[in-house]
Structure formats: C-alpha cells, structure tokens
C-alpha cells in the first residue's frame, strides 16, 4: 500500500503557484519522496525527489518538514499544461525499487 | 534519445484470448519494470527485471502472466487467457542501473488493453 496521503483535487489559477501537499507520517529515515506527475493518457512523469533537504529543479520546488512527516510540491507558475494527477512516492527498496503509487492529486489549472 | 516505447499503443481482445505487450526501454537501462492501472485502480507495480533477470515479481497478479526478457533488452508481458478484470493500461519504465539514490524511471506511454 501507499505510504502516502493528498488530497483528491486542486485547482489553481494559472500564473499563480500551486502547492500540493502529502502526508507521509510513516517515514523511514532512509526512504525518499518522489514526485511524479500524469498528464492525461500519457505516463508517469518524474518531477523531483528529495530526503530531508529541500530541493529545487527547472520544474518544481519540494519542501519536506523538518521531521519528514509531510511535504509541499510547489509548481511556481502553473500553467494549463501543468493540469495532471500528481503523485507523492515514498520510494522503497533503495534507488532501484519499485515506486508504489496512491490516488494522487488531480490538479487543475484554470485561465 | 528515444524514450521507452511500448507496443501496441491499443488492444481489444477478447476473453479467453492471448495477447502480447511489448516494452522497448531506453538503450542502456539495465533496469525494466512493469506497472498497469485498472479501471478506478492506482498504478500498480507489477514485475522488476534487472538485464534479463526477474529482480522483482511481487506484484504479478497471478501465473496468467508471464513476462520475459531474453537478452536483456525489450520485455515482452503475455496474458494468457485474457480476463475481464485484466483490462486497463499497462505502463512499462525504464532506469539505469547506478548506486545513486537518483534513479529516475521513465515511462513509456503505455499500452491500453481490453479484454471483452
């Protein structure tokens, strides 16, 4: 099962920043948060990953709380084409394991 | 550089019926995994192949499955006999084989059966 929790939806306006956030209270130290995304009827997408340090790429920000309980993906300037499910990973089984995906978010960016 | 291909982008089949999906990774990934959502389901992992070796079968749904990948380059994933409850879209990834703790999976564009 997911060891991870979002909420079913979000909207957003575009231009503004999108916060999506996860709960992953059942943490191990060593696992990590990865971010992955689905636009519609294509596959999973990689965003970004992170530890316990925040962590920022050319398409997002992630921010994992102090005691790695929860995290916020931030899409800094959401467009139309960001609109997607997205989906908070905790990773098992190292940097080869499998990824165990959960319902995710469906985000949906509006004009 | 070609992302992960799958073929056939669609099949309707029908139950009882055998077909085969096949998954191209990116050259060089030594790792290959396969994933499928069912209808209203969360993507679900099904089977991790290192080069030619099933690394991880945990999450084969059952022995109608069968994946190989002789070679170690393109996976094949045969049902066999198709069942209603087997359709949904089927998702194949690919990552290199490193010691980071960056390994990304790409995805494929997956592969959209239907079983009647």
């Not at chain 1, 996860?22 to 990953?49: A, K, L, M």
């Not at chain 1, 790429?57 to 993906?73: H, Q």
């Not at chain 2, 992992?45 to 290192?50: A, D, I, R, T």
Request: with cysteine; glycine share 8%; aromatic share 10%.
């Amino acid at each position: 099962d997911a060891k991870t929790t979002q909420p079913p939806s979000m909207d957003c306006a575009e231009g503004r920043a999108a916060n999506l956030p996860c709960n992953h209270s059942t943490i191990s130290g060593n696992e990590y948060v990865y971010w992955y995304r689905q636009i519609h009827s294509q596959g999973p997408q990689y965003i970004i990953h992170g530890l316990k340090n925040n962590e920022t790429n050319e398409m997002a920000s992630l921010i994992i709380t102090e005691d790695r309980k929860s995290s916020t993906l931030i899409l800094p300037h959401a467009t139309l084409r960001d609109t997607a499910v997205y989906y908070c990973i905790v990773r098992v089984g190292g940097s080869q394991g499998n990824l165990i995906f959960g319902k995710g978010t469906k985000l949906s960016v509006k004009p | 550089e070609a992302g992960v291909t799958q073929f056939p982008s669609h099949s309707v089949i029908e139950k009882g019926q055998t077909v085969t999906l096949r998954c191209d990774p990116i050259s060089g990934h030594d790792n290959l995994y396969w994933y499928r959502r069912v209808m209203g389901k969360e993507i679900k992992f099904l089977l991790h192949f290192v080069k030619e070796s099933k690394q991880d079968e945990s999450g084969m749904p059952n022995n109608r499955f069968l994946a190989e990948r002789t070679g170690g380059t393109y996976s094949t994933l045969k049902v066999q006999p198709a069942e209603l409850e087997d359709s949904g879209v089927y998702f194949c990834a690919s990552s290199p084989l490193l010691a980071s703790t960056y390994n990304e999976q790409f995805f494929g564009p997956g592969t959209r059966l239907t079983v009647l």
